[in-house]
């Protein structure tokens, strides 16, 4: 297993990590009600909301992981990364741009992973 050094060399090993449509889909709520409390902490001046931000992100994010993908997070090796990566799905999936970026990272429809493109890392 090889340490991946950049961002770009990470994102497709992410997303192939996020595979299944419904690790997905929790992610995206996840970082939906992340982006929501970040708001509401910011209008209303209520900073106790920012307390859920981990319990947000990191509980559905996780809850995919062990539950539907059966990995472990890519937190856990890369966390900046991970994270920025969240939200960067997060934004491709908001503009209908994730399925191309699935797709060249070699993520089938179905969940599974063309085995001549799989990242391991």
């Known amino acids: ?9 990470f994102w497709p090993y992410y997303l192939q990590e996020h595979a299944h449509s419904g690790t ?18 910011a209008v209303s001046q209520r900073r106790w909301l920012l307390a859920a931000l981990p319990v947000a992100g990191y509980g559905f994010a996780w809850a995919g992981h062990w539950l539907v993908e ?10 900046l990364w991970s994270l920025r990566a969240d939200f960067v799905m997060w934004q491709r999936f908001m503009t209908g741009h994730i ?9 089938r429809p179905d969940g599974s992973i063309d085995p001549a493109r799989r990242i391991t890392a």
């Open 99 to 107: 399925a191309r970026d699935l797709a060249k990272a070699g993520v």
């Open 70 to 79: 059966r990995n472990q997070p890519a937190t856990f090796r890369y966390p």
């Open 1 to 9: 297993m090889t340490p991946l050094r950049r961002f770009r060399d």
């Open 24 to 41: 997905r889909v929790l992610h995206y709520a996840g970082t939906s009600i992340v982006v929501a409390l970040l708001a509401g902490a």
